[in-house]
T-cell receptor
Framework: AQSVAQPEDQVNVAEGNPLTVKCTYS??????LFWYVQYPNRGLQFLLKYITGDNLVKGSYGFEAEFNKSQTSFHLKKPSALVSDSALYFC?????????????FGRGTSLIVHP | GAVVSQHPSRVICKSGTSVKIECRSLDFQATTMFWYRQFPKQSLMLMAT?????????EQGVEKDKFLINHASLTLSTLTVTSAHPEDSSFYIC?????????????FGPGTRLTVL
């Protein structure tokens, strides 16, 4: 069975500083990995995904994530945080085959960027 | 990205009544849609997979007679919470897979906040 772990409930960072939101996964085979962002009382918005190819994936709003197969991680990063980045971030994994592409979501990490 | 709408965005109802939530895929046809439930400060819990023209597939522990799903067309899926109780109060979100293919991006609706008094 596939699983996703987001070990931090909350990440605090000062505006202008780099940020990292951690995600590790467990899945058979090569995974499809996603990051989504959720603003208060809103649905989730797609940020980026890794399917294959370059391990460093660039996405929306200046975010990027690095796929590390040996560490089974897919941490979300941004070089310089903005107050407007404050939101709930979800990592998700889907199996690459088997007919079931339903993603499994992590429990979410609340990112708080302080002015 | 694709646009997915939900209606209503917020609903308050009395205990024992039924509530219908609509999810529409505005940009493309969707043979499959997903329904999630999210509790405060928690992750999304997949409730069911809505399949156009056939019965929905429910996740373990989700009562299919309580959460009725109808995928009547390629752009519309509805979730009806029957005989709602306060414990059904939650944030319900639908999603549409981008292409219907394997492991693709999900496009989410804005969610519906249900409060049962």
């Amino acid at each position: 069975a596939q699983s996703v772990a987001q070990p931090e409930d909350q990440v605090n960072v000062a505006e202008g500083n780099p940020l990292t939101v951690k995600c590790t996964y467990s899945v058979s085979g090569n995974p499809y990995l996603f990051w989504y962002v959720q603003y208060p009382n809103r649905g989730l918005q797609f940020l980026l995904k890794y399917i294959t190819g370059d391990n460093l994936v660039k996405g929306s709003y200046g975010f990027e994530a690095e796929f590390n197969k040996s560490q089974t991680s897919f941490h979300l990063k941004k070089p310089s945080a903005l107050v407007s980045d404050s939101a709930l971030y979800f990592c998700a994994v889907s199996p690459p085959s088997g007919g079931s592409y339903i993603p499994t979501f992590g429990r979410g990490t609340s990112l708080i960027v302080h002015p | 990205g694709a646009v997915v709408s939900q209606h209503p965005s917020r609903v308050i109802c009395k205990s024992g009544t039924s509530v219908k939530i609509e999810c529409r895929s505005l940009d493309f046809q969707a043979t499959t849609m997903f329904w999630y439930r999210q509790f405060p400060k928690q992750s999304l819990m997949l409730m069911a997979t809505s399949n156009e023209g056939s019965k929905a597939t429910y996740e373990q522990g989700v009562e299919k007679d309580k959460f009725l799903i109808n995928h009547a067309s390629l752009t519309l899926s509805t979730l009806t919470v029957t005989s709602a109780h306060p414990e059904d109060s939650s944030f319900y979100i639908c999603s549409v897979p981008a292409s219907g293919g394997l492991a693709d991006t999900q496009y989410f609706g804005p969610g519906t906040r249900l409060t049962v008094l």
